[in-house]
């Protein structure tokens, strides 16, 4: 069976309260599915402001989820008021999302900002997830995994038929000989079995299934154990 790599995306929400309660109740969902995920690595990527109590609990409670950061600056550390270095990052998890959709959209990142951030990233020695919207965008050599998330399913409930996306996901393969390549846009506890047992397609990149820890454990479980 393949190694999937699913990382929640919670993007700009929840306070510190909010997070430690998902936590908790996410662990007791989980324990109460018997949910298991030997084949699998799962991330909870989330803003900078919610690393350092999550890691204090997830050290705690030893569980079996790594932390992400969302972005990173493309500049070490300095006079850069405002950015969170890579150096910095790493010193509260393992892994970083670059060049999503929506930092795209948002904040026009470049292809040769988005490059910089992945050398910083890599220089620190985290673990990267770059985002791409398609097979033709470029994806700077360094990278541990790509997401690939078509620009019209990201937060609007209509995600890509399972069998377009694993022929994307080959096309994205074969370009850039990166091994991991995940699936992005609209995916739930409903679809995710869909998405991961098509061959090319080697996990999951959810954002709002991610919000509410009974769904994102109902997900984990049943990517992990497809019926």
Known sequence: ??????????????TVQEAIAWLLEWNAKCQMLNAKWENATVVLCVPFTLLYPLKQEIDRLQLPIELGAQDVSPFPDGAYTGEVSARQIKELSDWVIIGHSERRKYFGETDEILAQKVDQAKSAGLHIIYCVPDKETTVPPGVDAVAYEPMWAIGTGKSDTPENAGEVIRGIKVKTNIPVVIYGGSVTQENVASFVSQEAIDGVLPGGASLDPEKFANLIKNACNPR
Not at 1 to 14: C, D, E, T, V
């Open 1 to 14: 069976m393949k190694k999937l790599l699913i990382a929640g995306n919670w993007k700009s929400n929840k």
